[in-house]
C-alpha cells in the first residue's frame, strides 16, 4: 500500500509569490491535516479536510488556504508569501473519523528568499 | 504539550539500555495520544498510540503509559538501537477530527 505522497519536495520561492503544494493521501483515507513544521515553532497544525470540507482550523492567517478533491488529494496554497513561511510542510492521511492513526508524507520544503 | 522553541531536550543512552522519553500534555479533555519517531530529512513516522481510557499500550520493543491526572505520557523503548535515534514527539487529540497538537519534541541519542 502506497504511503502518503507530498509533491514538490522542494521548493524555492521569493517573497510575494504564491505556492501550491500537493498531498495523495493512503488509498481510502479521507481525513487529510496540514501542518507547518519550523525550528522556533514546532510542528503547527493548519487545518483539516475530511470528504471535501473544511472540518478544523489552525491559528494561520487567511493567507494559508487548503482544499480537497473527490479523490481525498488535497492542496494547500499560500499566498503573498513571507520570508517566515519558510518552513517544512507535512501532511498527514487518516481514514477518517477522528481519533485514528494519522500517518505523515516526507514533506515539502519552502524555502522563501 | 504546547509546541516551544528552540531548545530541544537530548536523551542520550547506550545501545542495549532502556529509554524512556516523557511528554506533558496540555489539555484534559484530550482523548487520544500518538508517539510519533522524526528522523532527519524525513516526516513523522507512527510509533504508537493510545486512547484515554486506557493507562498502558505496548507495541512491539515500545510502551506508552499514559497519567491523566498529571497529563503526562511516556513512551519506553526496550533495548534501544542505534536505529532508534531521532526525534520524539508526542500529540495529542480532541473529539472528532483529526487536529493534532504536537509537544516539543525530545532528541533521542543512542551510543553504541
Known amino acids: 500500500k502506497a504511503g502518503v505522497t507530498q509533491t514538490p519536495r522542494y521548493l524555492i520561492k521569493t517573497r510575494g509569490q504564491q505556492v501550491t503544494l500537493s498531498c495523495s493521501p493512503i488509498?481510502?483515507?479521507?481525513?487529510v491535516s496540514w501542518y507547518q513544521q519550523t525550528p522556533g515553532q514546532g510542528l503547527q497544525f493548519l487545518f483539516e479536510?475530511?470528504?471535501?470540507?473544511?472540518?478544523n482550523k489552525g491559528n494561520f492567517p487567511g493567507r494559508f488556504s487548503g482544499r480537497q478533491f473527490s479523490n481525498s488529494r488535497s492542496e494547500m496554497n499560500v499566498s503573498t508569501l513571507e520570508l517566515g513561511d519558510s518552513a517544512l510542510y507535512l501532511c498527514?492521511?487518516?481514514?477518517?473519523?477522528?481519533?485514528?492513526?494519522?500517518?505523515f508524507g516526507q514533506g515539502t520544503r519552502l524555502t522563501v528568499v | 504539550g504546547e509546541s516551544v522553541g528552540l531548545h530541544l531536550p537530548t536523551l542520550s543512552v547506550q545501545e542495549g539500555d532502556n529509554s524512556i522519553i516523557n511528554c506533558a500534555y496540555s489539555n484534559s479533555a484530550s482523548d487520544y495520544f500518538i508517539w510519533y519517531k522524526q528522523e532527519s530529512g524525513k516526516g513523522p513516522q507512527f510509533i504508537i498510540d493510545?486512547?484515554?481510557?486506557?493507562d498502558k499500550r505496548q507495541g512491539q520493543r515500545v510502551t506508552v503509559l499514559l497519567n491523566k491526572t498529571v497529563k503526562h505520557l511516556s513512551l519506553q523503548i526496550a533495548a534501544t538501537q542505534p536505529g532508534d535515534s531521532a526525534v520524539y514527539f508526542c500529540a495529542e487529540n480532541i473529539g472528532a477530527g483529526n487536529m493534532l497538537t504536537f509537544g516539543g519534541g525530545t532528541r533521542l541519542m543512542v551510543k553504541p
Open positions: 488509498s481510502g483515507h479521507r481525513s
Open positions: 493510545i486512547r484515554s481510557n486506557m
Open positions: 479536510y475530511f470528504s471535501e470540507t473544511q472540518r
Open positions: 498527514a492521511s487518516s481514514m477518517g473519523q477522528g481519533n485514528t492513526e494519522a500517518f
